[in-house]
């Protein structure tokens, strides 16, 4: 069974760092592109960033270019997101997904900006 | 800045048939776009359903099929049920980049 469990979320003030984490477990992580993924409350999903399989190539929304960094350890089976910079519309469930052909998503992660 | 339209809310009844359909800003939406759609109910994350314009995932039901339609995506529910009610997503790809649409809240009734 395929399993993407997100962590690292929490509360940060503007302006802070946080880091989240995806662990994957039941597939071949290294053969797949990953995903961020997130969703502001009550509002639609936005697609963050992406990166092949060996870290060559990476893709970001322009919103937050400069300020977030998508990253992986296939070693450890792991996806990440650096954040820098935080703002108050970055608050959001983060979500991590494989490639839109195998179709697998995590149940997120909130991480809320605020004072 | 590219946008994704989608209606934002359809109404359908048990038993019916109902499309929603997937606009880009740039134009005509083609299988270039590798269009995926994706369904969320309240409190869950998405689950996919389709991807690269037409195929299935292998938990998609058959009644749910991809397809081109008047320039745009299009997600059609065929016999729709009552746990079909959610929002659908449609997400559309750009030179390394992917777009999400807005979303259509689809109730079923």
């Known amino acids: 069974e395929v399993q993407l469990v997100e962590s690292g979320g929490g509360l940060v003030q503007p302006g802070g760092s946080l880091r989240l984490s995806c662990a994957a477990s039941g597939l071949t992580f290294s053969t797949y592109w990953m995903s961020w993924v997130r969703q502001a409350p009550g509002k639609g999903l936005e697609w963050v960033a992406n990166m092949n399989q060996d870290g060559s190539e990476k893709y970001y929304v322009d919103s937050v270019k400069g300020r977030f960094t998508i990253s992986r350890d296939n070693a450890k089976n792991s996806l990440y997101l650096q954040m820098d910079s935080l703002r108050a519309e970055d608050t959001a469930v983060y979500y991590c997904?494989?490639?839109?052909?195998?179709?697998?998503w995590g149940q997120g992660t909130l991480v809320t900006v605020s004072s | 800045q590219t946008v994704v339209t989608q209606e934002p809310s359809l109404t359908v009844s048990p038993g019916g048939t109902v499309t929603l359909t997937c606009a880009s800003s740039?134009?005509?939406?083609?299988?270039?776009?590798?269009p995926n759609w994706f369904q969320q109910k309240p409190g869950q994350a998405p689950r996919a359903l389709i991807y690269s314009t037409t195929n299935k995932h292998s938990w998609t039901p058959a009644r749910f099929s991809g397809s081109l339609l008047g320039g745009k995506a299009a997600l059609t529910l065929s016999g729709v049920q009552p746990e079909d009610e959610a929002e659908y997503y449609c997400?559309?790809?750009?030179?390394?980049?992917?777009?999400f649409g807005g979303g259509t809240k689809l109730t079923v009734l």
């Open positions: 997400l559309l790809y750009y030179s390394g980049t992917w777009v």
């Open positions: 740039t134009g005509t939406v083609t299988s270039g776009y590798y």
């Open positions: 997904a494989t490639n839109w052909k195998s179709g697998f």
